[in-house]
């Protein structure tokens, strides 16, 4: 049994230890906002954030979850009310197919919660690691610079 | 999808991790998981055990001490880009690899031990002259980075034996170059990679040390080059560069492509330290 923090919920997880955490989150904790992009590491459709570090949830085996608190896209609205950056895409229309859009929002809120006001640069570094097939970057560094009151 | 069924020990002390090592030598050593857990997924690895070292005392931090820096082997790429004990050579070398999810998870001793040709950070070690710590139940050993890689991802650890932490002198007179050429600034495998180090007095270059990734089976020095730049032939010494490497066509790249841009790296960054475009 392997038990950590799902959005500040105790789980309780029975599966193989190298099950990816990805297919935990999906699969065994129905938690299906988490999407899988590529399965390798490429493209950051599912991103999580560990101990509020964004990872890649394809990346890391159940066993490393042990002990650890995982916030997935599903933690980051509080209760019914929509965190700054998810309002900022909607409004920005940064979204085309969606499936990278999870991982976006959980990549930019680990930016902001360690920097209020990162520069444009560092917004597009920030975000280097997740993918849009549709190629709607241009919107989605609108939205984040906007939600964070950057330049 | 391919979930391993292997069993899977996870060690929180170093002790803890030798002795696992010592009583499983077939399991597969995992650190941050970031090439590993690829080549599960996709069928070309099968495990027969695994040995979870993340999260493991005594093998994390970066550190002076007396005559350098010690930089843990689950040292992440995101701790080599914060530290400033570090040359700044490295910790762009660490910028460059993957993005942030993969820097916040991949180690450098993940990154020496798997040992693709293409790791960004091995031709700097080479460069550095670094020294890596490996230990077992029976003791610690230094080895040295240019006899690490023994051939296409093969090293000189025996199975019973982890890398615990590499060493650096750097020297704050020298300069220290990292370069990589890839596809894209982010998620990019290089096509080549440089590492370099030469200490110049009065104008002339005393010492030289050129390495080069993703241009042979293993990271390589580059003799003919440094022989080269010593003896005083500066800029023109990159015309060596072919003597010594043997690139290859495969789907990052070209034979033809590597040869001619390991040169123009190579001689730009002669030109750059001798004070010459």
């Not at chain 1, 490393?64 to 995982?70: L, N, S």
């Not at chain 2, 170093?14 to 650190?31: C, D, I």
């Not at chain 2, 000189?156 to 890398?163: D, F, Q, V, Y």
């Not at chain 2, 009065?202 to 003896?231: F, K, M, N, Q, Y």
Request: aromatic share 4%; hydrophobic share 40%.
């Amino acid at each position: 049994m392997t038990h950590f923090t799902v959005n500040g919920r105790d789980v309780s997880v029975d599966a193989l230890p190298m099950t990816r955490l990805l297919d935990v989150l999906r699969e065994e904790l129905r938690l299906t906002g988490t999407k899988e992009g590529c399965g390798e590491g490429e493209c950051g459709a599912c991103t999580v954030l560990v101990d509020g570090v964004p990872v890649n949830s394809c990346l890391i085996p159940l066993a490393q979850a042990q002990g650890t608190a995982i916030t997935t896209v599903e933690g980051i609205a509080e209760d019914d009310r929509l965190d700054p950056i998810q309002e900022a895409f909607i409004e920005h229309g940064a979204a085309q197919c969606g499936i990278c859009t999870p991982g976006f929002i959980v990549t930019a809120k680990a930016l902001l919660n360690e920097c209020s006001s990162p520069s444009r640069r560092q917004v597009r570094e920030a975000l280097a690691g997740n993918l849009c097939r549709c190629t709607g970057y241009q919107k989605i560094v609108d939205a984040v610079v906007d939600a964070m009151g950057a330049d | 999808m391919h979930t391993s069924t292997a069993p899977v020990w996870s060690a929180s002390t170093l002790r803890e991790a030798l002795e696992l090592r010592e009583a499983h030598p077939e399991a597969t050593v995992l650190a941050g998981g970031t090439d590993l857990m690829v080549f599960v997924e996709s069928g070309a690895m099968t495990l027969h055990g695994v040995l979870n070292i993340w999260g493991c005392d005594g093998l994390s931090g970066i550190e002076r001490t007396e005559n350098g820096v010690r930089v843990g082997a689950l040292a992440t790429w995101t701790d080599v880009r914060r530290s400033d004990l570090l040359p700044s050579a490295l910790r762009e070398c660490a910028a460059t690899v993957g993005a942030a999810q993969i820097q916040n998870r991949g180690t450098v001793g993940g990154n020496i031990v798997n040992g693709s040709p293409a790791g960004d950070s091995l031709p700097l070690w080479l460069a550095l002259d670094a020294t890596f710590e490996v230990a077992s139940t029976g003791g610690s050993r230094m080895v040295p980075a240019a006899e690490f890689w023994t051939g296409y991802r093969q090293n000189a650890l025996t199975s019973r034996e982890l890398l615990v932490a590499v060493h650096i002198q750097p020297n704050p007179a020298d300069h220290l170059h990292f370069r990589k050429v890839g596809t894209r600034m982010a998620q990019a495998i290089s096509k080549v990679v440089l590492g370099g180090r030469l200490r110049v007095e009065d104008g002339a270059i005393r010492e030289a040390r050129v390495a080069l990734g993703s241009v042979a089976a293993t990271p390589v020095r580059l003799p003919s080059v440094e022989a080269a730049l010593v003896a005083g032939e500066g800029r023109e010494a990159a015309k060596h560069v072919s003597a010594d490497i043997t690139p290859i066509d495969d789907i990052r790249s070209t034979a033809k492509y590597r040869l001619s841009v390991a040169e123009r790296i190579v001689s730009s960054w002669i030109g750059q330290c001798l004070g010459r475009p």
